[in-house]
């Protein structure tokens, strides 16, 4: 099918607008709790992210799919429904093929049900647009939480162990080199200044464009 | 609005068919990775009998083979917890607690005088893993259970030749509150078991967890986790059920005695 290019234009906002302009951490302040928690190091991260993002894309498409039919009346319910089934499989893969993750992970991947973000986008877009848009709104939202919970993970895996991904990355003063660790950075408040820290910086950001 | 979506029959249909359709994708992939799932759970309980026996050291990242090669140097045995003493009437793998607590078929009610732990019922054989170096038993390794806060708490046991110092405890599978009463697994507080004695030389069972038992005796106390007390707590009264003589007593007291 032709894509024309005004529907082409707005695809592409609908899927990039929520990574930088309206950012569900960042401007929206939503699903923060995960964010905090699982962000410790890289890994956990990209594959929490990589989870939102499959259960964001599941549930927009399901409930996209079933908006004309859908009884008003029983409308959050069956939205839950999808959303919550859609975790329990990404949970048992997880657990599955990432086993020491998932450890890692624990409630955080069941606790993706409640995550704002998800019910958010459900409701607000899903319900209103057709499939092809939803699904782009859903992967845009979860790259938006995905890329800011991939980079505070980096940052505090980097200046709390001085690795990535395991890997070292600067030597530290355990191993002979002069990196010295900075165990706040595993600790959940530096999570809170990291995130804090970016939302100004996007809000500079945003604010010197006008 | 439309009508005929908002009518009573419609919204039922609808509701069982999304019902339907989620029990059908949520089960499917049950069916499919429950297996592996599974095996997982069962490297995760080689992998605390090894660690627990001293055969690969705790700290180090020990690949799933290594840890199954150690696994089967160790002499699988069943106890009769009726008689105290080793039984071929069960074989080690089918008396697997996790497997057993959730058949009310292999369960023996704990009377309540005795169940100091409130398991209410145990099963009656339990897997013992044993360290033989000739003839002589180096390791004893036993696993127990506990009602923890939210869910109960597997883990194992063992113990030196005396059948009374502790050689190592870790746990292989829970749900306690994640950061909180999870951290029961810490490597740091396990080791504090190290060393510790379960009976003193009379026999009688000493063992302790909590800060004025680990304050008033060295020998056989274990300091608490702060902010994980009711977790620690369960943990520390089923050790004081599972090595009373409705647990693994008779059995040990059987071993000292050169029974095999």
Request: hydrophobic content about 50%; charged content about 20%; proline content about 4%.
């Amino acid at each position: 099918m032709a894509v024309s290019s005004p529907s082409l234009r707005s695809a592409r906002r609908v899927l990039v607008d929520p990574v930088v302009g309206n950012n569900p951490i960042s401007v929206q302040i939503l699903g923060l709790c995960s964010a905090f928690a699982v962000t410790s190091s890289l890994l956990p991260a990209l594959v929490m992210s990589g989870a939102v993002i499959a259960v964001l894309a599941f549930a927009n498409v399901a409930v996209s799919l079933l908006r004309k039919r859908m009884p008003r009346s029983i409308r959050l319910i069956i939205e839950m429904t999808l959303i919550a089934s859609a975790v329990i499989v990404v949970d048992l893969v997880l657990q599955a093929y990432t086993p020491e993750v998932s450890a890692v992970l624990s409630v955080f991947v069941g606790l993706i049900v409640t995550n704002c973000i998800i019910l958010a986008r459900v409701e607000s877009f899903a319900m209103h647009n057709p499939v092809w848009p939803s699904l782009l709104d859903g992967i845009g939202n979860g790259l938006g939480y995905a890329w800011i919970l991939v980079l505070i993970g980096a940052v505090r895996e980097l200046l709390g162990s001085g690795t990535l991904l395991g890997a070292a990355v600067l030597p530290t003063t355990e191993a002979g080199g002069w990196f010295r660790t900075n165990e706040l950075m595993l600790l959940t408040p530096s999570a809170f200044f990291l995130i804090g820290v970016l939302v100004w910086i996007l809000n500079w950001i945003g604010a010197r464009r006008g | 609005m439309n009508e005929a979506r908002e009518s009573k029959t419609a919204t039922i249909a609808f509701a069982a068919g999304v019902a339907f359709f989620c029990s059908l994708m949520v089960s499917t992939a049950v069916y499919f990775l429950r297996p592996v799932v599974l095996a997982y759970e069962a490297i995760d309980f080689n992998r605390a009998v090894v660690e627990v026996a001293g055969l690969l050291a705790a700290d180090l990242d020990w690949d799933d083979r290594a840890v199954v090669n150690a696994f089967l140097e160790l002499e699988a045995r069943v106890v009769d917890l009726e008689s105290g003493q080793l039984t071929d009437a069960a074989d080690a793998v089918s008396a697997d607690f996790r497997a057993a607590i959730d058949d009310p078929g292999r369960l023996v009610p704990i009377p309540a005088s005795l169940d100091s732990a409130g398991l209410e019922t145990r099963p009656r054989f339990a897997p013992v893993y044993l360290l033989r170096d000739v003839d002589r038993i180096e390791r004893i390794v036993v696993p127990f259970y506990a009602r923890g806060m939210w869910s109960t708490i597997h883990g194992v046991i063992a113990l030196e030749p005396d059948s009374s110092t502790i050689g190592g405890i870790s746990f292989y599978a829970h749900g306690e509150t994640p950061g909180i009463g999870d951290r029961i697994e810490r490597s740091d507080w396990r080791g504090s078991w190290r060393g510790k004695r379960l009976y003193d030389e009379t026999g009688e069972l000493r063992f302790r967890i909590g800060r004025e038992a680990a304050a008033q005796s060295a020998e056989f106390g274990v300091d608490s986790i702060t902010g994980a007390t009711v977790t620690v707590d369960a943990v520390g009264n089923a050790i004081g059920y599972w090595f009373s003589e409705h647990g693994y007593a008779p059995f040990l007291e059987w071993l000292r005695e050169g029974g095999r």
